[in-house]
């Protein structure tokens, strides 16, 4: 990859403030990561207001999701790890707070069924709106090697999902580009709100 940590740590801190200009990453919620190289990837450090970042604020940590520096990253690490493992095309993943997400979250069971929305060729494999898209929704769990294991199970019989939700919390996105994974948090977001706008949720 022909990325230097420092040029994934300046697309982290633009994501951040695109985001909470959006207003998905309220006070100090959410956490970013980016691919710097196989073994190697900048995040957001724990409890960092996602608007008002400095590269200062991003880290390094291995594949483990360890420090080299004793730094503390986000307490979400493993559940960026984890998404690293199973795609290894990815390059940015993003984890907004956002309000339609954490809503939604609340509204449903298992998944979010997206379905027949022409924003869905947002995402890729997808180039019409007669398409289905899969969101599924896990409880939240302080305990984040548990939560990892359980997404991770659930990607083994459904690999083409491009994102989760986590009850009452908010969603996990990813893109092989911070540009591609900016977009679909754009595109769930609208999704999530047309959902919830249709089960009377939300007003106009």
Not at 37 to 49: L, R
């Amino acid at each position: 990859m022909n990325h230097t940590f420092e040029q994934r740590a300046g697309e982290l801190v633009e994501a951040g403030r695109i985001l909470y200009d959006l207003g998905m990453v309220p006070a100090t919620s959410g956490n970013f990561s980016a691919r710097v190289a196989e073994d190697c990837f900048a995040i957001t450090v724990s409890g960092m207001h996602k608007g008002r970042m400095t590269t200062d604020d991003i880290m390094q940590v291995n594949a483990n999701g360890q420090s080299p520096d004793n730094r503390r990253p986000s307490a979400e690490t493993g559940l960026h790890m984890q998404i690293y493992r199973r795609f290894p095309k990815v390059c940015a993943i993003l984890h907004p707070h956002s309000l339609y997400a954490t809503l939604l979250s609340r509204q449903v069971a298992d998944e979010v069924v997206l379905a027949d929305y022409e924003l869905l060729k947002a995402f890729p494999g997808i180039d019409t709106h007669e398409s289905r898209l899969q969101v599924p929704v896990f409880d939240n769990d302080q305990n984040i090697a548990r939560l990892a294991k359980k997404v991770d199970a659930y990607m083994d019989t459904n690999a083409s999902i491009h994102g989760y939700l986590i009850r009452g919390h908010g969603f996990y996105t990813w893109g092989e580009s911070m540009e591609a994974a900016l977009r679909h948090v754009e595109a769930f977001e609208f999704l999530f709100k047309c959902e919830l706008m249709m089960r009377g949720g939300v007003q106009a």
